[in-house]
C-alpha cells in the first residue's frame, strides 16, 4: 500500500508539472516558438536582431511607439509591416492614381501622427511590389524629408490637397543624412515607395492621386 501511494504521489506532481508547462510558467518559459517560415522571410527585409524580434513580435501594444523599429501596432499586437508581408484585406488603404502610363492602384500603410511620421520607413530593407507608405498631414505646408536610419532607396512623391503631384524625388539614397528633400510647394500628403517605382508607374509633376478617403 505504501508504494502505491508513494506512485499516485508521483503521478499528481507529473500532472501538476504538466499543467504548469501548458500554462506558461516559469518551469517552461525557456521554450520558445518557432518563427515560422514567413517571418523567416519576413526577418531578411528588416534591420532588426532576431532574438529582439522574438521578444517584442506579437507583444501587446496600443500604440506603434510600444514596438521596436520597425515593427508596427497593429490589432493590439506589435507585428511586422504589411507592407513586408504584404497581406492585405478588405480594411487596408489603397491609392488609385493616373499618369501617362495607365490607371494604377497600390496599397498603403499611413502615419499621421508625429512618431510614425518621424519613423517612417526606418530601419527596412525593401517592401513587396505595389505598397507604399502614405504620410498624412493636417494641412497643406511645404515638407522635407532625409534617408537617416532608412536602408532602402525611395521615391517621394508630394501631394497636394487636391491630389495633384508637386513633385518627385527620385532615388534617394540610403542612410544619407545630409540631403534633405523637399516639396517644391505646399502639399497635404507625401508618398514613399521602393526607389524606382515613380519611373515604373510615370508619376510625375502634375500626375493625379485620387486622394478623397484621407483629407
Same mark, same amino acid.
Given at each position: 500500500?505504501?508504494?502505491?501511494?508513494?506512485?499516485?504521489?508521483?503521478?499528481?506532481?507529473? #500532472?501538476?508539472?504538466?499543467?504548469?508547462?501548458?500554462?506558461?510558467?516559469? *518551469?517552461?518559459?525557456?521554450?520558445? !516558438? #518557432?518563427?515560422? #517560415?514567413?517571418?523567416? #522571410?519576413?526577418?531578411?527585409?528588416?534591420?532588426?536582431?532576431r532574438s529582439h524580434f522574438e521578444v517584442s513580435h506579437k507583444k501587446p501594444c496600443s500604440h506603434t511607439r510600444m514596438c521596436p523599429a520597425p515593427l508596427v501596432c497593429e490589432n493590439g499586437m506589435c507585428e511586422i509591416p504589411p507592407s513586408i508581408t504584404g497581406r492585405a484585406d478588405e480594411r487596408t488603404p489603397q491609392v488609385s492614381f493616373e499618369t501617362d502610363k495607365g490607371k494604377f492602384k497600390i496599397?498603403? &500603410?499611413?502615419?499621421?501622427?508625429?512618431?510614425?511620421?518621424?519613423?517612417?520607413?526606418?530601419?527596412?530593407?525593401?517592401?513587396? !511590389?505595389?505598397?507604399?507608405?502614405?504620410?498624412?498631414?493636417?494641412?497643406?505646408?511645404?515638407?522635407?524629408?532625409?534617408?537617416?536610419?532608412?536602408?532602402?532607396?525611395?521615391?517621394?512623391?508630394?501631394?497636394?490637397?487636391?491630389?495633384?503631384?508637386?513633385?518627385?524625388?527620385?532615388? *534617394?539614397?540610403?542612410?544619407?543624412?545630409? !540631403?534633405?528633400?523637399?516639396?517644391?510647394?505646399?502639399?497635404?500628403?507625401?508618398?514613399?515607395?521602393?526607389?524606382?517605382?515613380?519611373? &515604373?508607374?510615370?508619376?510625375?509633376?502634375?500626375?493625379?492621386?485620387?486622394?478623397?478617403?484621407?483629407?
Amino acid at each position: 500500500m505504501k508504494k502505491k501511494k508513494q506512485v499516485g504521489q508521483w503521478w499528481i506532481k507529473g #500532472a501538476l508539472l504538466i499543467g504548469i508547462c501548458l500554462n506558461g510558467m516559469p *518551469a517552461c518559459s525557456n521554450v520558445k !516558438p #518557432a518563427v515560422s #517560415a514567413q517571418d523567416d #522571410a519576413a526577418l531578411q527585409m528588416m534591420v532588426v536582431d532576431r532574438s529582439h524580434f522574438e521578444v517584442s513580435h506579437k507583444k501587446p501594444c496600443s500604440h506603434t511607439r510600444m514596438c521596436p523599429a520597425p515593427l508596427v501596432c497593429e490589432n493590439g499586437m506589435c507585428e511586422i509591416p504589411p507592407s513586408i508581408t504584404g497581406r492585405a484585406d478588405e480594411r487596408t488603404p489603397q491609392v488609385s492614381f493616373e499618369t501617362d502610363k495607365g490607371k494604377f492602384k497600390i496599397w498603403l &500603410e499611413v502615419v499621421d501622427d508625429d512618431y510614425t511620421m518621424q519613423r517612417g520607413m526606418m530601419m527596412r530593407r525593401g517592401c513587396q !511590389p505595389g505598397w507604399g507608405m502614405l504620410f498624412v498631414y493636417p494641412s497643406e505646408g511645404m515638407r522635407s524629408f532625409w534617408m537617416h536610419n532608412t536602408y532602402m532607396s525611395l521615391d517621394m512623391v508630394f501631394i497636394r490637397r487636391d491630389g495633384s503631384v508637386s513633385n518627385v524625388i527620385e532615388n *534617394a539614397e540610403p542612410l544619407n543624412d545630409v !540631403p534633405r528633400y523637399e516639396s517644391t510647394d505646399r502639399v497635404m500628403f507625401v508618398i514613399e515607395l521602393p526607389g524606382g517605382s515613380a519611373a &515604373e508607374y510615370g508619376i510625375r509633376s502634375g500626375s493625379r492621386f485620387d486622394m478623397s478617403d484621407f483629407r
